[in-house]
């Protein structure tokens, strides 16, 4: 059993008071029945996903290379739907240009209604229709789309652009560029289509942003057979809005929900199988712990090196 934590620690949460005197139980015993396995972190060429987004798709035994990986289509096939037809997520959004910049606001923060985002879809239908794109709404900010241009466009994740300057993580590698003109040509188009369109005159009414863009991501083609991982994985999103909000008290107590919850799941399962993974992330690091039957000799060292989260924690953060 394999759990895998995003944001266990934040790069929002720089000051070691966010962890210290957090009181997580069930981590603190798992981590002193623990050894750290596997260690990973960004370079200075940031790659297009984030660690735990990596971390899941090494399990799931897709290569570990800066290229797509294909959530959108791994979604559709764990729904009873397998094809190898090349997919993506399109997440409605808001583009707040600048003076020298143009950053993407979180999508959630837009609040955006299901009937508001259907709305706004089938303005767009046209348009993505006439590039061979074919979308169905799954939720308000989750729209699948399929089609051959999405086959060979390493896209970064949403989760990575957030809060960022758009243009950098843009489509831009030379095998991409023939596909990202009419992805780039698209996103012009939704922005003159939507600028007076009615939903976001009711927004900017209610002095809401309004959805001028979209974010591509989780593109590419899912290999026949691929996703089954060697052991069960379950990847945590509980920490995931209280970080990116830099919501500290929210951050704190989702974490003390967590350990109640998921991370004691993973304890009681070592417990009664004597094996478990843990894997802890950061927005640029994760490191992998596997937790096992200590021998005598560990039982005693364990004694005088006691593993605290607040140090686990903060090794994530450490540059």
């Known amino acids: 059993m394999h759990l895998i934590i995003p944001y266990a620690a934040s790069h929002a949460f720089m000051d070691p008071a966010a962890w210290i005197g957090l009181q997580l139980p069930h981590l603190h015993t ?66 707040q240009v600048g003076m020298d910049q143009v950053v993407l606001l979180d999508p959630a923060s837009l609040f955006l209604s299901d009937d508001e985002s259907q709305q706004l879809l089938q303005a767009m239908q046209a348009f993505l229709q006439e590039d061979g794109l074919q979308v169905t709404w799954h939720s308000a900010l989750a729209w699948h789309a399929q089609g051959d241009m999405l086959a060979e466009m390493p896209t970064a994740s949403l989760d990575r652009v957030i809060g960022q300057n758009v243009k950098p993580w843009m489509p831009d590698s030379p095998s991409a560029r023939h596909a990202a003109r009419p992805l780039q040509r698209l996103q012009s188009e939704m922005q003159m289509l939507l600028y007076n369109h009615p939903v976001n005159d009711a927004r900017e009414a209610r002095r809401q942003h309004t959805v001028n863009a979209f974010w591509l991501h989780g593109a590419g083609t899912l290999s026949a057979g691929s996703g089954a991982p060697a052991q069960p994985v379950t990847l945590s999103d509980a920490l995931r809005t209280s970080a990116l909000r830099g919501d500290l008290q929210a951050w704190q107590q989702a974490w003390k929900q967590l350990d109640a919850t998921a991370v004691a799941d993973l304890l009681e399962h070592f417990k009664v199988t004597g094996q478990a993974t843990l894997s802890l992330c950061s927005e640029h690091a994760a490191h992998t712990y596997e937790a096992a039957p200590a021998t005598w000799q560990k039982r005693i060292t364990r004694l005088f090196h006691n593993t605290t989260p607040a140090a686990v924690l903060a090794a994530l953060i450490t540059p």
């Open 30 to 95: 798992l981590l002193n029945l623990s050894q750290r396995q596997y260690a990973l972190k960004d370079n200075e060429d940031v790659p297009l996903h984030m660690p735990h987004e990596r971390l899941l798709a090494k399990a799931l035994g897709w290569a570990q290379d800066n290229a797509a990986l294909p959530w959108a289509a791994w979604h559709s096939a764990q729904q009873g739907h397998p094809s190898t037809a090349p997919q993506a997520w399109m997440t409605p959004c808001h583009w």
